[in-house]
């Protein structure tokens, strides 16, 4: 009798294994987590939606290669011209924004209405496919971003006479334990500071956004910051400098920002 009970016993167990790993899509999670998911409409582009939200990897170096929902005829990754698929480096929590990497859906079917659900699946290249829901948010109207050569949505902020034209260098090495890369910025007539809400523009100050291959890792409020382990390849990390009011610093005609490419094994 004790037999057969300790059998059923691990019978359970494996059916309920089985029902969490098919919950996934059939991997276990990875230690990736999704937050924060908004579908916005976008002025200007009917039957369309761009997707951002927040991921959270608290295991390896993956990458987002793809993306479903059953309510869009296509659905795709918004990113440079020659990237593929958008990282996820270990330890991070990259961010799909509208100044970045995100995701579109294309050919819906009908006005999305504010607060309603869009279902989706992302597929990630070691985590398998992982599903959430998207919260249809206001309407965005698209700032300036794409004049000055920047990926996304966002607004720009050009130096006016007299004020100070910020620039930047940047410099990448790998960690001491080489498990990940450090980065330092250098900057001239900009200092750091976290943004303060409802003074607007204050001219040569601001914050840092950090890329890789185009999607956005975090807000730089110094001038140091550090980069998990990568999927394996050639990976460009970009620093734009950026207004108190979010707006990316142009300087003659040309956006404050400085790339270096790396390669991971």
């Known amino acids: 009798m004790s037999h057969l009970r300790a059998r059923l016993v691990l019978i359970a167990v494996g059916l309920l294994l089985a029902v969490l790993v098919w919950g996934q899509g059939g991997r276990l999670d990875h230690g990736l987590s999704v937050s924060n998911v908004i579908a916005v409409p976008v002025v200007g582009e009917d039957g369309a939606l761009r997707v951002f939200l927040t991921l959270a990897n608290t295991g390896g170096p993956d990458r987002l290669i793809a993306v479903q929902s059953p309510l869009a005829a296509e659905a795709g990754l918004v990113l440079p011209p020659e990237v593929s698929a958008i990282p996820v480096p270990s330890g991070s929590s990259p961010i799909l924004a509208a100044d970045g990497a995100h995701i579109l859906l294309q050919g819906l079917s009908g006005a999305a209405q504010a607060g309603a659900l869009v279902p989706l699946t992302l597929i990630f290249d070691q985590a398998g496919e992982v599903t959430t829901r998207a919260t249809v948010s206001a309407p965005l109207t698209p700032g300036r971003a794409a004049e000055a050569g920047l990926l996304g949505l966002g607004d720009i902020c050009t130096i006016g006479p007299g004020e100070p034209a910020p620039q930047l260098d940047l410099s990448v ?4 334990d080489g498990a990940g890369w450090e980065i330092e910025v250098m900057t001239t007539d900009f200092t750091f500071a976290a943004p303060v809400d409802g003074i607007g523009h204050l001219p040569g100050y601001g914050h840092g956004h950090l890329y890789l291959d185009g999607v956005k890792l ?15 390849g050639p990976h460009v990390i970009t620093v734009t400098l950026n207004t108190n009011d979010h707006r990316a610093y142009v300087v003659d005609e040309q956006p404050v920002s400085h790339s270096r490419t790396i390669a991971s094994d």
């Open 173 to 176: 090495r790998p960690r001491p």
């Open 218 to 232: 975090q807000r730089l409020y110094r001038s140091r910051a550090e980069i998990g382990a990568l999927p394996p």
